[in-house]
């Protein structure tokens, strides 16, 4: 990053963190380590995202949608148009609250798989594509110069192009299972770890997005990409 806003929100709060089973380490941390160890954010799975390749330059996809629980409550891409109930039932189940508790709405990028349903946090400030917006009030933010805009000392959004000119991905800190990524489709998938083709043939700027890439791989312990199950970072 080219620098950093100082633009902070911070309520003051201590959770704890468990993220769901991974790809590579199928197991949950029992609840009484969990107690044990306090950490201020939790990440919630709500969707979990799929593609299908249906040919050249088509697919079958929907993508993740992820909550970001503890002092700011996060929402990080909202899924198809299609998944307001499943959207609004795993929050209720897995998260415990209602569309109101949602601070913040942050969409990776404008695909219509991943900003689905929007209209169901009415009250949270929406970061998208480079803009700040709470209600009728937008404001442009100079994420293309590289700044990021931290919600709190914890959680900031950085500028990740590549899949779209205008992509934005979440960085998580002091979780459980430490630094978390949520990147949209900046990563399809884990697989797209070993086959370029799985997001090139989507990217719009695939040099940039390779970089941005990168520069995730060397930062963060977990990745929660657009279209499949969280996964640790093993290239770190």
């Known amino acids: 990053m080219a620098g950093q806003a100082e633009h902070c929100h911070n309520k003051g709060s201590s959770r704890c963190s468990v993220i769901g089973p991974t ?12 107690q044990e160890a306090q950490y201020p954010y939790e990440i919630i799975p709500l969707i979990e995202g799929y593609s299908e390749n249906q040919g050249p330059g088509k697919q079958r996809a929907t993508g993740s949608s992820t ?3 503890g002092p700011n409550n996060v ?6 148009p299609s998944e307001k109930e499943k959207l609004l039932s795993a929050l209720d189940k897995k998260g415990g609250m209602l569309p109101i508790s949602i601070d913040y709405v942050v969409c990776t990028h404008g ?7 929007l209209n169901l946090f009415s009250d949270a400030t929406f970061i998208m594509s480079y803009y700040v917006s709470m209600k009728d009030e937008y404001t442009v933010y100079p994420f293309k110069d590289g700044l990021s805009y931290k919600i709190d000392d914890e959680v900031e959004v950085i500028p990740t192009p590549g899949h779209t000119n205008s992509d934005v991905s979440v960085i998580v800190k002091n979780t459980r299972y430490g630094v978390v990524a949520i990147t949209g489709d900046l990563f399809e998938k884990e697989e797209d770890l070993e086959r370029d083709d799985l997001w090139k043939q989507f990217s719009e700027n695939p040099k940039k997005q390779m970089s941005n890439r990168e520069m995730i791989l060397g930062k963060a312990d977990f990745i929660v990409p657009g279209h499949g199950k969280i996964f640790r970072n093993t290239r770190k």
């Open 111 to 117: 695909h219509s798989n991943h900003v689905g349903n």
């Open 67 to 69: 909550l970001v629980k």
């Open 23 to 34: 790809s590579r380490h199928d197991q949950v941390i029992p609840h009484d380590a969990c």
């Open 75 to 80: 929402i990080v891409d909202t899924g198809n």
